[in-house]
């Protein structure tokens, strides 16, 4: 459990840190298509978003729970091993899916390190003709 844990924690927390890092690339090429910044929308969808699935996680869990028909408000050593067992069996495959439509959806995801340099390229020659027009 201690190996699972610590390799789930490395994996949220390099999960945050790409997802933090694409917002900010999504907001540059938003730019790009708008013209106007809009990182505090964009980043406040991303904390709605992770509300919404701590809310499904609590749901999901609670729903678990219920199938495997863990007992109210059991003491250490007091729940069946048989429990134990049902609730794994059907916690990881869970716990597995929903990583698996995180990583699916990944997919939809189309900024390339080129798309990112030519957004770059683009934004740095629109805020120097900015620049000039104000002067």
């Not at 495997?68 to 729940?79: D, I, T, W």
Request: net charge negative.
């Amino acid at each position: 459990m201690i190996v699972f844990n610590s390799i789930e924690v490395a994996f949220i927390i390099a999960s945050g840190i790409l997802v933090s890092a694409m917002i900010a690339d999504v907001v540059e090429d938003s730019e790009v298509t708008t013209g106007r910044r809009s990182e505090g929308l964009f980043f406040a969808a991303n904390s709605l978003a992770q509300k919404a699935v701590n809310g499904l996680g609590v749901i999901v869990a609670g729903q678990l729970l219920a199938y495997v028909h863990f007992p109210v408000q059991a003491k250490l050593g007091e729940v069946p091993t048989q429990t134990l067992f049902d609730l794994a069996s059907v916690y990881i495959p869970a716990l597995w899916g929903f990583y698996f439509i995180a990583i699916g959806l990944m997919v939809f995801y189309r900024i390339d390190r080129t798309v990112h340099s030519e957004n770059l390229s683009k934004l740095a020659v629109a805020r120097a003709d900015a620049a000039a027009a104000g002067r």
